[in-house]
Every structure is written in C-alpha cells, then in structure tokens.
C-alpha cells in the first residue's frame, strides 16, 4: 500500500521558470514531510523539511507548501535553473519514533536552457 | 568528516551467493538505516537501527539481514541471492531524533545486480 502518492513523474521547466512538484499522504499520524533531492549516482540529500503546524516554509528559491486538511503537499522552485535537474523525492515521517521515512516515487526534473 | 560511506560501489552477483553490503558512518549517529531502490518506486526502508545491538525491521526486510554491533557500522547481509534483488542500496544514518532535527544523511549507494 502506497502511503505517499508523488506527481508528476518527471516534469520539463525552462529556466527561469516554476517548478511544482505535489505529493499526497494518508497516514494522518506523518508529522515530519522533508523533500530530498538526488543527482545521478548519488545518494539522497535533505534539501528542505516542513512540520504540519506551518502552512509554508520557504529556503532560497525552495519552498513547500502544505495543506494539512487535504493531506497535501507540494515543493516549489522558483526561477529554475539547469543545476536544479535532479530526481526529488517528498517523504513522510513521525518524529516521535525511528523517523522511519515513506518516500514518494520521486520526480525527475529536467531545466532546459 | 567522510558522513556516510558504503562499500562496494557496484557489484555483480550469481543467483544464490551471499554477499554482505558494507556501511560506516563517523558522525557518531545513533540511528541508521538500510534502503533500496528501484526505478520509479523510490525507497523502501529495509531495515534500520536505534543504537548498537538494536535493529528492527522495515517495509521490505525478506532476504536481508542486519546487525549492529559498533555505533559506527550497519552491515546488510543478503543471503541465497534472487533476481528480485537487483537494485541500488543506500545507507543512511540521523541523530537521535528530536535532538537537533530529522536529517537522514545517505551514503553513494551500492549497485548489485543479481544474474
């Protein structure tokens, strides 16, 4: 059972634009919704985390967005640039445990010049 | 500090070898945590590890096993390999949660293919 759903798979932006990639979750228990980003052959890397109490949370040209009452959230980057393109993962986790992560499928994003 | 390293990069094996999947960590985290992943499923948790001598199972443990027996290293075992296990294993490893934040930091990975 898919407890994350991401989308959309793999998304083209020109530089310069919006990149928005959404993610929705049912465990209504997740208290923890960190988004990775991976480069190719590397390993995974936090790039921006978000607790259910704030609706919005922005870092640079990073910024999540969360709708608690929907069960959403969705990772913005604004003015995208060619060493953006890498895969993005959102996850969901609890705090109060392991911080046990359930991951998205992941989005691979390509900035075209 | 080297953070999470993993050893081998790549690997090849025949159905049925065992093979066990090297991870160090120097960042003295309790936690850690053993993935894999596959084209377009993302991760799934495999096991992971609250401190030395403590391991749990994950959403995908069958074929896999741990231990812990330094703060240090979270070997992966894979024993009587299946095609089935063909894919990219991160390790991962965080502080104890809620001490400063929730950061998992991943290793580069091994790719194993199994033939």
């Known amino acids: 059972q898919q407890q994350v759903k991401q989308s959309p798979q793999s998304l083209i932006v020109q530089k310069g634009g919006i990149s928005i990639i959404n993610c929705a979750y049912e465990?209504?228990?997740?208290?923890?919704f960190p988004w990775y980003q991976q480069f190719p052959g590397k390993g995974p890397a936090l790039l921006i985390a978000i607790r259910p109490d704030v609706s919005e949370k922005k870092e640079g040209r990073f910024t999540i967005s969360f709708n608690k009452s929907a069960k959403q959230f969705s990772l913005h980057i604004m003015d995208s640039q060619p060493g953006d393109s890498a895969t993005y993962f959102c996850?969901?986790?609890?705090?109060?445990?392991?911080?046990?992560?359930?991951f998205g499928t992941g989005t691979r994003l390509q900035v075209t010049l | 500090n080297a953070g999470v390293t993993q050893t081998p990069k790549f690997r090849i094996l025949k159905i049925g070898q065992s093979m066990t999947l090297q991870c160090t960590q120097d960042?003295?985290?309790?936690?850690m945590y053993w993935y894999r992943q596959d084209p377009g499923m993302g991760l799934k948790l495999i096991y992971y590890?609250?401190?030395?001598?403590?391991?749990d199972k994950g959403e995908v443990p069958n074929g896999y096993n741990v231990s812990r027996s330094t703060t240090e290293d979270f070997p992966l075992r894979l024993e009587l390999a299946a095609p089935s296990q063909t894919s990219v294993y991160f390790c991962?490893?965080?502080?104890?949660?809620?001490?400063?934040?929730?950061?998992?930091?991943f290793g580069p990975g091994t790719r194993l293919t199994v033939t």
């Open positions: 991962a490893s965080s502080r104890t949660p809620g001490t400063v934040s929730y950061e998992q930091y």
């Open positions: 960042m003295n985290h309790n936690y």
């Open positions: 590890s609250v401190g030395a001598g403590i391991t």
């Open positions: 996850a969901a986790g609890y705090t109060g445990t392991a911080s046990k992560l359930t």
């Open positions: 465990n209504t228990a997740f208290d923890y």
